[in-house]
Protein backbone atom coordinates (compact mmCIF):
# COMPACT_ATOMS: atom_id res chain seq x y z
CA UNK A 1 0.00 0.00 0.00
CA UNK A 2 1.65 3.28 -1.22
CA UNK A 3 0.65 6.34 0.85
CA UNK A 4 3.11 8.51 -0.63
CA UNK A 5 -0.09 10.29 -3.58
CA UNK A 6 -2.09 10.78 -0.23
CA UNK A 7 0.70 12.00 1.72
CA UNK A 8 1.43 14.88 -1.68
CA UNK A 9 -2.39 15.49 -2.03
CA UNK A 10 -2.22 16.29 1.69
CA UNK A 11 0.51 19.17 1.58
CA UNK A 12 -0.90 20.35 -1.91
CA UNK A 13 -4.12 21.22 -0.01
CA UNK A 14 -2.35 22.47 3.07
CA UNK A 15 -0.49 25.08 0.19
CA UNK A 16 -3.97 25.40 -1.23
CA UNK A 17 -5.80 25.98 2.54
CA UNK A 18 -2.79 28.69 2.91
CA UNK A 19 -2.73 30.27 -0.19
CA UNK A 20 -6.67 31.03 0.66
CA UNK A 21 -5.87 32.43 3.70
CA UNK A 22 -3.31 34.85 2.68
CA UNK A 23 -6.08 36.14 -0.05
CA UNK A 24 -8.78 36.47 2.36
CA UNK A 25 -6.26 38.57 4.65
CA UNK A 26 -5.27 40.23 1.69
CA UNK A 27 -8.44 41.33 0.51
CA UNK A 28 -9.08 42.30 3.78
CA UNK A 29 -6.56 44.45 3.80
CA UNK A 30 -6.89 46.19 0.75
CA UNK A 31 -10.74 46.72 1.78
CA UNK A 32 -9.77 48.37 5.23
CA UNK A 33 -6.87 50.64 3.55
CA UNK A 34 -10.20 51.48 0.94
CA UNK A 35 -12.30 52.14 3.95
CA UNK A 36 -9.23 54.71 5.47
CA UNK A 37 -9.26 56.38 2.57
CA UNK A 38 -12.76 57.13 1.89
CA UNK A 39 -12.63 58.55 5.57
CA UNK A 40 -9.94 60.56 5.16
CA UNK A 41 -12.11 62.58 2.01
CA UNK A 42 -14.87 62.40 4.24
CA UNK A 43 -13.20 64.00 6.54
CA UNK A 44 -11.18 66.88 4.80
CA UNK A 45 -14.25 67.83 3.11
CA UNK A 46 -15.47 68.49 6.58
CA UNK A 47 -12.71 70.27 7.94
CA UNK A 48 -12.17 72.65 4.94
CA UNK A 49 -16.09 73.53 4.89
CA UNK A 50 -16.53 73.92 8.56
CA UNK A 51 -13.49 75.72 9.78
CA UNK A 52 -12.96 78.95 8.49
CA UNK A 53 -9.00 79.69 7.69
CA UNK A 54 -7.20 80.56 11.45
CA UNK A 55 -9.34 78.65 13.43
CA UNK A 56 -7.36 76.71 15.92
CA UNK A 57 -8.14 73.06 15.97
CA UNK A 58 -7.17 70.22 18.25
CA UNK A 59 -6.38 66.73 17.00
CA UNK A 60 -7.44 64.43 19.67
CA UNK A 61 -5.48 60.77 19.78
CA UNK A 62 -5.86 57.77 21.91
CA UNK A 63 -3.26 57.69 24.73
CA UNK A 64 -1.49 54.71 22.88
CA UNK A 65 -0.97 56.76 19.86
CA UNK A 66 2.55 56.75 20.55
CA UNK A 67 3.29 53.53 21.57
CA UNK A 68 5.71 51.86 18.90
CA UNK A 69 4.40 48.35 19.53
CA UNK A 70 1.45 46.73 17.42
CA UNK A 71 -1.68 46.49 19.56
CA UNK A 72 -4.08 43.56 18.14
CA UNK A 73 -8.46 43.79 18.75
CA UNK A 74 -8.75 41.12 15.81
CA UNK A 75 -6.90 38.51 13.87
CA UNK A 76 -7.01 41.05 11.10
CA UNK A 77 -6.74 43.73 12.41
CA UNK A 78 -4.26 46.18 13.60
CA UNK A 79 -4.85 49.19 15.83
CA UNK A 80 -0.98 50.69 14.73
CA UNK A 81 -2.59 50.72 11.10
CA UNK A 82 -5.18 53.56 12.73
CA UNK A 83 -2.68 55.16 14.45
CA UNK A 84 -0.53 55.08 10.56
CA UNK A 85 -3.64 56.66 9.38
CA UNK A 86 -3.94 59.21 11.81
CA UNK A 87 -0.80 60.71 11.29
CA UNK A 88 -0.84 60.78 8.08
CA UNK A 89 -4.42 62.71 7.76
CA UNK A 90 -2.94 65.33 10.03
CA UNK A 91 0.09 65.72 8.26
CA UNK A 92 -1.89 66.23 5.32
CA UNK A 93 -3.71 68.81 6.77
CA UNK A 94 -0.86 70.77 8.29
CA UNK A 95 0.53 70.76 4.73
CA UNK A 96 -2.05 73.73 3.63
CA UNK A 97 -1.37 75.95 6.61
CA UNK A 98 -4.83 77.22 6.33
CA UNK A 99 -4.90 76.44 10.23
CA UNK A 100 -3.09 76.40 13.73
CA UNK A 101 -3.10 72.99 14.82
CA UNK A 102 -2.76 71.21 18.18
CA UNK A 103 -2.17 67.80 19.38
CA UNK A 104 -4.05 66.16 22.47
CA UNK A 105 -2.98 62.61 23.79
CA UNK A 106 -2.79 63.04 27.31
CA UNK A 107 -3.73 65.42 30.04
CA UNK A 108 -1.97 68.70 29.80
CA UNK A 109 0.79 69.87 32.28
CA UNK A 110 -0.34 72.60 34.96
CA UNK A 111 2.70 74.36 33.75
CA UNK A 112 1.33 74.85 30.13
CA UNK A 113 0.40 78.02 28.92
CA UNK A 114 -1.72 77.66 25.83
CA UNK A 115 -3.41 81.33 26.00
CA UNK A 116 -5.11 80.76 22.00
CA UNK A 117 -8.86 79.84 22.39
CA UNK A 118 -9.80 76.70 20.56
CA UNK A 119 -12.50 76.74 17.85
CA UNK A 120 -13.08 72.78 16.98
CA UNK A 121 -11.92 69.65 18.11
CA UNK A 122 -11.25 66.24 15.59
CA UNK A 123 -11.44 63.41 18.07
CA UNK A 124 -10.21 60.36 16.74
CA UNK A 125 -11.22 56.56 18.12
CA UNK A 126 -9.31 53.11 17.75
CA UNK A 127 -11.11 50.08 17.90
CA UNK A 128 -11.69 49.11 21.43
CA UNK A 129 -13.81 47.42 24.01
CA UNK A 130 -14.93 50.47 25.56
CA UNK A 131 -15.01 53.03 22.94
CA UNK A 132 -17.59 55.40 24.70
CA UNK A 133 -15.11 54.90 27.69
CA UNK A 134 -12.57 55.90 25.69
CA UNK A 135 -13.67 58.86 24.27
CA UNK A 136 -14.70 60.09 27.91
CA UNK A 137 -10.72 59.98 28.81
CA UNK A 138 -9.91 61.99 25.62
CA UNK A 139 -13.11 64.37 26.44
CA UNK A 140 -11.24 64.54 30.10
CA UNK A 141 -7.92 65.53 28.48
CA UNK A 142 -9.11 68.07 26.10
CA UNK A 143 -10.94 70.00 29.61
CA UNK A 144 -7.43 70.54 30.68
CA UNK A 145 -6.68 72.85 28.24
CA UNK A 146 -7.96 75.35 31.06
CA UNK A 147 -8.53 78.47 29.23
CA UNK A 148 -8.21 77.65 25.83
CA UNK A 149 -10.61 74.63 26.02
CA UNK A 150 -13.44 75.66 24.24
CA UNK A 151 -17.14 73.53 24.56
CA UNK A 152 -18.99 75.93 22.53
CA UNK A 153 -16.66 74.70 19.67
CA UNK A 154 -17.48 71.86 16.99
CA UNK A 155 -16.47 68.47 18.01
CA UNK A 156 -16.01 65.94 14.68
CA UNK A 157 -15.80 62.38 16.69
CA UNK A 158 -13.99 60.04 13.82
CA UNK A 159 -15.06 56.14 14.57
CA UNK A 160 -12.41 54.03 13.07
CA UNK A 161 -13.75 50.66 14.03
CA UNK A 162 -14.23 48.64 10.82
CA UNK A 163 -17.19 46.30 12.08
CA UNK A 164 -20.10 48.58 13.50
CA UNK A 165 -23.05 46.56 14.41
CA UNK A 166 -25.57 49.88 14.99
CA UNK A 167 -23.64 52.78 13.69
CA UNK A 168 -27.05 55.46 15.18
CA UNK A 169 -26.57 53.47 18.42
CA UNK A 170 -23.31 53.68 18.84
CA UNK A 171 -23.27 57.28 17.93
CA UNK A 172 -26.69 57.86 19.86
CA UNK A 173 -24.51 56.68 23.11
CA UNK A 174 -21.11 59.14 22.20
CA UNK A 175 -23.16 62.00 21.84
CA UNK A 176 -26.09 61.42 24.88
CA UNK A 177 -22.67 60.89 27.08
CA UNK A 178 -21.05 64.06 25.84
CA UNK A 179 -23.81 66.30 25.65
CA UNK A 180 -24.78 64.83 29.57
CA UNK A 181 -20.75 65.27 30.97
CA UNK A 182 -19.85 68.39 29.42
CA UNK A 183 -22.97 70.38 27.62
CA UNK A 184 -21.26 69.74 24.25
CA UNK A 185 -24.04 70.75 21.76
CA UNK A 186 -22.51 71.10 18.63
CA UNK A 187 -21.09 67.53 17.75
CA UNK A 188 -21.04 65.76 15.17
CA UNK A 189 -20.10 61.62 14.52
CA UNK A 190 -18.38 60.37 11.15
CA UNK A 191 -19.08 56.60 11.57
CA UNK A 192 -18.94 54.08 8.50
CA UNK A 193 -22.45 52.92 7.76
CA UNK A 194 -23.80 49.76 9.00
CA UNK A 195 -25.36 46.81 7.05
CA UNK A 196 -24.00 44.73 3.92
CA UNK A 197 -25.57 47.42 1.24
CA UNK A 198 -24.27 50.38 2.98
CA UNK A 199 -20.26 49.37 2.58
CA UNK A 200 -18.15 52.76 1.48
CA UNK A 201 -20.56 54.82 3.07
CA UNK A 202 -19.95 56.92 6.10
CA UNK A 203 -22.77 58.92 8.05
CA UNK A 204 -22.84 61.42 10.15
CA UNK A 205 -25.23 61.39 12.79
CA UNK A 206 -25.70 65.19 14.93
CA UNK A 207 -27.78 65.41 18.47
CA UNK A 208 -30.36 67.50 18.85
CA UNK A 209 -30.64 67.98 22.69
CA UNK A 210 -33.92 70.16 22.46
CA UNK A 211 -35.95 68.63 19.55
CA UNK A 212 -38.09 66.27 21.00
CA UNK A 213 -41.63 67.20 21.97
CA UNK A 214 -41.15 65.54 25.10
CA UNK A 215 -38.92 66.79 28.01
CA UNK A 216 -35.55 65.49 28.55
CA UNK A 217 -35.20 63.10 25.38
CA UNK A 218 -32.89 63.77 22.87
CA UNK A 219 -33.11 63.30 19.54
CA UNK A 220 -29.78 61.91 17.58
CA UNK A 221 -30.42 62.40 13.82
CA UNK A 222 -28.73 61.10 10.72
CA UNK A 223 -27.53 64.14 8.85
CA UNK A 224 -25.51 63.19 5.93
CA UNK A 225 -24.16 60.60 4.04
CA UNK A 226 -20.59 60.53 2.28
CA UNK A 227 -19.73 58.26 -0.36
CA UNK A 228 -16.20 57.05 -1.09
CA UNK A 229 -15.41 60.11 -3.13
CA UNK A 230 -15.86 62.10 -0.34
CA UNK A 231 -19.29 63.32 -1.91
CA UNK A 232 -21.49 63.97 0.52
CA UNK A 233 -25.59 63.52 -0.20
CA UNK A 234 -27.23 67.17 1.60
CA UNK A 235 -24.77 69.41 2.57
CA UNK A 236 -21.21 68.97 4.06
CA UNK A 237 -21.77 71.66 6.34
CA UNK A 238 -22.55 70.80 10.21
CA UNK A 239 -26.09 71.57 11.01
CA UNK A 240 -25.66 74.91 13.81
CA UNK A 241 -28.97 75.88 14.78
CA UNK A 242 -29.89 73.33 17.52
CA UNK A 243 -31.61 75.50 19.89
CA UNK A 244 -35.49 76.26 19.20
CA UNK A 245 -36.90 79.62 19.73
CA UNK A 246 -39.93 77.54 21.37
CA UNK A 247 -38.81 75.06 24.26
CA UNK A 248 -42.04 73.90 24.27
CA UNK A 249 -42.91 74.45 27.90
CA UNK A 250 -39.87 72.42 28.49
CA UNK A 251 -38.10 73.72 32.14
CA UNK A 252 -34.92 75.43 31.91
CA UNK A 253 -31.85 76.18 34.27
CA UNK A 254 -30.12 79.23 34.00
CA UNK A 255 -26.72 79.98 35.36
CA UNK A 256 -25.80 83.90 36.14
CA UNK A 257 -22.96 85.22 37.45
CA UNK A 258 -23.03 87.84 40.41
CA UNK A 259 -20.88 90.33 38.91
CA UNK A 260 -22.42 94.19 40.33
CA UNK A 261 -23.33 96.51 39.22
CA UNK A 262 -25.04 94.20 36.11
CA UNK A 263 -26.36 91.53 38.36
CA UNK A 264 -27.15 92.13 41.80
CA UNK A 265 -28.56 89.44 44.44
CA UNK A 266 -31.21 91.14 46.18
CA UNK A 267 -32.10 87.90 48.26
CA UNK A 268 -31.16 84.52 48.68
CA UNK A 269 -33.85 81.21 49.81
CA UNK A 270 -31.43 78.33 50.56
CA UNK A 271 -34.57 76.11 51.56
CA UNK A 272 -35.56 75.89 47.63
CA UNK A 273 -31.75 76.79 46.41
CA UNK A 274 -33.75 79.70 44.84
CA UNK A 275 -32.42 83.35 44.42
CA UNK A 276 -33.83 86.72 43.24
CA UNK A 277 -32.05 89.02 41.11
Not at 31 to 40: C, N
Request: proline share 5%; glycine share 4%; charged share 20%.
Amino acid sequence: FNVFPIYLQTVKMDKVIKLLLLLILFLQSQTVLMTSVQMTMCLEEIITRNFPSGEVIVFSLPSNASESEPRHLQLTHDVSDDITFINSFIAQVNEKTKWPLAISTEPQSVDAVIPEPQHGYVIFLTPSEDIVDDLQIQMENLQTFGFSYNRRGKFVIVVLQQNIEDSYLLSKEMLTAIWETDNILDSVTLIRASGHDQEGICNVYALFPFASEHCQQDKVLLVDQCTGDGVFEKSNTLPTRKVPSDMRGCPSRVNVWIIPPYTILTSNNTGNETAHI
